[in-house]
């Protein structure tokens, strides 16, 4: 019933259908799960005689049709008047500018009108916002209770969602239990046929609230059960290329960490020595290394390299852009190749086929799982600025022949919560130490009058230091991908600054242009070729150019906080000071973007984000694809252990197999390709 395709919804149109895939509501399960932005009480029947009791409250008037006449204002405003009789009077109700209804409300109908009651001189009447006829056997849908109201986004009014909820309601009747009995007991949640029923009708708050408790708890515990059985398998693997380490390998890795030009934080020397543990275990290494900018995560994955070098085997390295391939192949070149550790480059526009082979570490983009790349020798694998490398990530490496230990990195900062219920399969390790020498970045939120001033300060800036400035500029439709909308407002946009920075040499970067126009871009940019680059915000400009020290983020009140402390990170990596300067044409953000300019470790920005705004996409979660929970919160810690416990317990006494609905969910998770080849 749950997996029946909207196709088969009876007396839908094709338009509606199409509109309901376009909001991936493919099921009808999808359908029941969409969750309503709010809810209007219209439960208080009244009859004519009860209306000025009621004035301007929501209630619901039902009676015969009496008359209904067409009448044109003064103004131009046509108004739709219909007259009902009760039992102890009549109502009049007012539309405004809906001809259409008059095709609808006939004399002698029996219909329910639900509103607000307004006063019109010494008359009372009801502002209508919804109707339907009533009579023996009609169920009430649109009227005379609590009703949900739905994003009306494709065209869809939440007028059609309730009518089609509400004939699978009716129909399902009995909707299968995807949780074991017990654990609806002892955690006092609702069936999932009652949840169902009192999402789209509730009688009251307080079942309301357990309803969505019910669902909430549901899509944390199949999360939390996913990654412990994600984790529980793993240490059933077997290594394709265990690693055996020479008699000399603790000495031989100190004296790498010795001949760096900087001395490793603790929190790196921690991450190095899990790390080293890990490598040392028969069953594949799984871990997170989790690192806010700046803190040193390529240099703990070059030593996590080596000492695989040392034990005779090759690690890949997958990075998310070419150019941040090509600029962490320079920095592992820099660090090992005075080890004796050669180093390779393999992107689309780059391939040496001849010598790759030899190779101790190629380095690449998440397309080389894609690619005819030969996994021969390969024994650890590292992937950078991927949170969620998944099921189907890790069956391509089977693939190849390929099990390795694996370590995942990023620099989006987590707040806990979301790091144990997220990544509950993976070991984690935690760099919150910024590497030492680095000045804070100067923030400030610049007001619309002030961007003038701003402007001139640039060019003093540049003439005198001759420093360069990032301008980002938002995605125009606040997606994750970029549209051509986006390309044409930031070329826009770039036409315009050349206007305001005429002396200078600017440069273009988004990412429709081919690759080899980006390469060159930035490679002008690194030589100081260009002066200011403009780019979209989907562009990764995470090459490391110490002379960048001033950026400018447009539309700042667009980004969540975590995603701006991404784009402040690539500045300040010299030993200048450095600025980063917000402009924001909405005064109701200042407050947040305020927090932002004085804050400058990820972590705290992250959970300011998490209270604020909720999960939505903060971490790129639509981007990376593993996060579409619509009733749950990570602001939950309470809710986030008991589900973890539920998890737990679940393992200890149940079999996925019996529950075939919930193993249908694990699955979906499971199988999510999460990157973006």
């Not at 949900?148 to 299968?176: C, F, M, V």
């Not at 000495?251 to 010795?258: A, R």
């Not at 028969?282 to 996590?304: C, H, W, Y």
């Not at 197999?657 to 193993?663: A, S, V, W």
Request: proline share 5%; net charge positive.
């Amino acid at each position: 019933m749950l997996h029946t395709s909207v196709d088969l919804l009876p007396r839908t149109s094709g338009l509606t259908k199409k509109r309901l895939h376009a909001l991936s509501i493919n099921t009808y399960e999808d359908l029941l799960r969409t969750p309503p932005i709010r809810y209007e009480d219209y439960s208080h029947k009244i009859t004519a005689s009860q209306l000025p009791q009621f004035d301007q409250q929501k209630c619901t008037v039902e009676g015969e049709i009496v008359s209904v006449m067409p009448i044109q204002t003064r103004s131009r405003i046509t108004l739709q008047k219909v007259r009902i009789r009760d039992r102890d009077g009549f109502v009049e109700i007012s539309f405004f500018n809906q001809p259409y209804i008059l095709t609808q409300l006939k004399r002698g109908m029996n219909v329910a009108f639900s509103g607000t009651v307004k006063q019109f001189g010494s008359k009372y009447t009801l502002q209508p916002e919804t109707f339907e006829a009533v009579g023996p056997g009609i169920p009430r849908i649109q009227t005379g209770r609590i009703l949900p109201i739905y994003s009306q986004a494709k065209g869809l009014t939440s007028r059609l969602l309730r009518e089609k909820i509400t004939n699978i309601l009716i129909a399902a009747k009995q909707i299968d239990e995807s949780l074991p009995t017990e654990m609806l007991a002892s955690h006092e949640l609702l069936p999932l046929s009652e949840t169902f029923f009192t999402l789209h009708r509730p009688e009251n708050g307080e079942r309301l609230q357990q309803a969505k408790r019910r669902l909430s708890f549901e899509e944390l515990f199949t999360l939390q059960l996913s990654t412990k059985l994600i984790k529980k398998q793993w240490k059933d693997i077997t290594l394709t290329e265990q690693l055996h380490f020479p008699a000399t390998f603790e000495k031989k890795i100190e004296e790498s960490i010795k001949s760096l030009p900087f001395d490793l934080t603790a929190d790196q020397r921690n991450a190095v020595r899990d790390i080293l543990k890990d490598l040392k275990k028969e069953i594949p290494m799984n871990r997170f290394l989790q690192g806010d900018v700046g803190s040193g995560k390529t240099v703990v994955a070059a030593i996590a390299a080596y000492a695989v070098f040392l034990a005779g085997k090759k690690t890949l390295y997958m990075a998310p852009t070419e150019i941040l391939a090509q600029q962490h192949a320079k920095t592992f070149e820099k660090i090992l190749s005075p080890l004796g550790v050669s180093v390779g480059l393999e992107t689309g526009s780059h391939k040496d086929s001849k010598k790759k082979k030899q190779y101790d570490i190629v380095i690449g983009t998440h397309a080389l799982l894609s690619s005819s790349f030969s996994a021969e020798g390969v024994a650890f694998v590292i992937v950078d600025e991927q949170h969620r490398f998944g099921v189907k990530q890790r069956a391509r490496l089977r693939q190849k022949g390929l099990t390795p230990h694996l370590l995942t990195m990023t620099a989006t900062p987590i707040p806990r919560t979301v790091a144990l219920t997220a990544f509950g399969e993976l070991d984690m390790s935690v760099l919150s130490t910024t590497l030492p020498g680095r000045k804070p970045i100067k923030t400030f939120v610049i007001p619309q009058a002030k961007r003038k001033d701003a402007y001139e300060w640039i060019k003093k800036e540049i003439r005198e230091k001759k420093i360069q400035v990032f301008i980002i500029c938002p995605l125009v439709d606040e997606s994750e991908s970029e549209t051509m909308q986006s390309v044409k407002a930031v070329k826009k946009e770039y036409e315009s600054l050349q206007a305001i920075f005429p002396a200078f040499s600017l440069g273009l970067l988004h990412g429709k242009m081919k690759s080899k126009e980006k390469e060159q871009v930035m490679a002008d940019f690194a030589a100081n070729k260009i002066s200011i680059l403009i780019s979209t915000s989907v562009v990764e400009v995470g090459i490391d150019i110490p002379n960048a020290t001033v950026m400018i983020i447009e539309g700042a009140e667009r980004f969540g906080l975590a995603q701006l402390h991404q784009l402040r990170g690539r500045i300040g990596r010299g030993t200048e000071q450095s600025y980063c300067y917000l402009f924001s044409s909405t005064p109701q953000s200042s407050a947040r973007l305020s927090f932002f300019a004085k804050t400058h470790r990820g972590i705290q920005l992250a959970e300011y984000d998490l209270q604020e705004r909720g999960p939505g996409n903060m971490y790129g979660f639509d981007q990376h694809g593993f996060m579409n929970m619509r009733f749950a919160s990570f602001s939950d810690p309470k809710l986030i252990e008991e589900t973890q416990h539920a998890a737990n317990h679940f393992i200890d006494t149940y079999s996925l197999d019996d529950y075939p609905y919930l193993k249908q969910n694990i699955n979906v998770i499971q199988r999510e390709d999460v990157s973006k080849d």
